[in-house]
């Protein structure tokens, strides 16, 4: 096993040695040359030049592990004046911001969405730990708690449960939620860091969510689960959502709570992934494969998830893939690199490179401050 072991990760080095230019720094800093402006946002380039609440958190997150203070500030700074009315503390990012009509720029749907949302707190909060910064910490204590108030609802049969977004999730009885909202590790730090609040039982069912949504192994995208009468859970299809629930539970320490159990409900991926080469775009609800060709962020995300499988052949598949879909020119992932692709690629190749990884509470450690 040990020389498995070895063999699997001077398979990695020589992969990694060919193209030097691929090590996460390096990536970081392609990344900040082809998707953002000197605003700062994200800027996705393939929706209409467009910027989410889940861009910039995202960004944010990378810049604290870059230990890239100057762009952490501007995301943050173009964050709260352009999603968060000038008041990040106040109210909930705005999802989507963009071209509108008669090309004016600006927000074009207010409502929130709570992946950014808890991405942001998290990060917010581990930033002000790791620069010493306390009006970081405040401003991440302040959004969880709009988060808290806004976005997590008591769903009858599944309990305390983050919400996607403030509005338009809940229908009478029927309540449509989605796990890679939810990532375990954030849920877990949250509560560490405000016991007072819903965070710790919504751990708890933030596990139970992942396993409902998914029946056959493969996580959805969205999930509806109807009360009235006994819950009902009906998952829809697997896809661009649902990649993420295997990069989240594949990024858990190994000693973190639910964490053998997420992975085992969902490893119908790995049974795939055992006989086929690409992991699939999209799952239906049956559990059958209806695109088998997902891009090659896919195949990043899943880094994480088949190390943490110790499914080294998947390991070893999905990281050539990776690699060989490098782009020399621009130094991203992709002819020509697309933004989704580049976030998961950004995480599943920080995580396996050790430029940052999370303690069994979530805690954040860095490379650059742990290392």
């Known amino acids: ?5 070895i063999l699997t990760l001077c398979l990695m080095t020589i992969i990694q040695a060919s193209c030097g230019a691929q090590e996460w720094p390096t990536l970081w800093r392609s990344y900040v040359a082809g998707f953002m402006d000197d605003q700062v946002r994200v800027i ?6 467009r910027t989410t609440s889940e861009g910039q958190a995202y960004g944010l997150f990378f810049a604290l592990v870059a230990d890239d203070r100057s762009h952490f500030d501007g995301l943050l700074r173009w964050t709260e004046r352009n999603l968060a009315g000038g008041d990040l503390a106040g109210h909930l990012p705005a999802w989507l911001w963009g071209r509108g009509q008669n090309n004016q720029w600006g927000v074009l749907d207010s409502n929130s969405a709570a992946d950014a949302d ?34 997590v609802v008591q769903v009858p049969g599944l309990g305390t449960i983050v919400a996607p977004g403030a509005t338009g999730f809940q229908h009478g009885t029927s309540y449509r939620l989605n796990a890679s909202y939810v990532p375990l590790q954030v849920i877990l730090r949250l509560g560490r860091l405000m016991p ?39 998952p829809d299809v697997g896809s661009y959502d649902a990649i ?20 085992k409900a ?11 080469a690409i992991p699939p775009a999209k799952v239906l609800r049956d559990g059958s494969v209806d695109d088998p060709k997902g891009p090659v962020g896919f195949s990043a995300a899943l880094l994480p998830y088949a190390a943490a499988l110790h ?39 920080g995580f396996s490179q050790q430029q940052f990884w999370f303690d069994p509470g979530g805690a954040l450690k860095l490379k650059w401050k742990h290392g």
């Not at 992942?210 to 999930?223: C, E, L, M, R």
């Not at 598949?317 to 950004?346: I, K, T, W």
């Open 244 to 263: 993420r629930v295997y990069l989240w539970a594949g990024m858990l320490d190994k000693a973190t709570p639910h964490r053998d159990d997420m992975l």
């Open 1 to 5: 096993m040990r020389l498995k072991l």
């Open 118 to 151: 808890l991405w942001m707190a998290y990060t917010l909060l581990e930033a002000g730990k790791a620069w010493n910064e306390p009006r970081y910490t405040a401003m991440g204590m302040d959004l969880a708690r709009k988060i808290a108030v806004q976005e």
């Open 311 to 349: 499914e080294d052949q998947i390991l070893n598949q999905q990281m050539s893939r990776v690699q060989s879909a490098f782009n020399q020119q621009v130094g991203l992932f992709g002819s020509p690199p697309n933004y989704y692709d580049q976030n998961l690629a950004l995480f599943g190749l």
């Open 44 to 49: 996705d380039h393939s929706a209409g030049d």
């Open 196 to 234: 007072d609040g819903p965070w710790t039982k919504a751990a708890v069912a933030t596990s139970t969510l992942v396993s409902d949504s998914a029946p056959h192994g493969f996580v959805s995208d969205w999930t509806e689960f109807k009360t009235d009468g006994g819950v009902q859970v009906s």
């Open 266 to 276: 969902i490893g119908g991926m790995a049974s795939y992934l055992r006989t086929n």
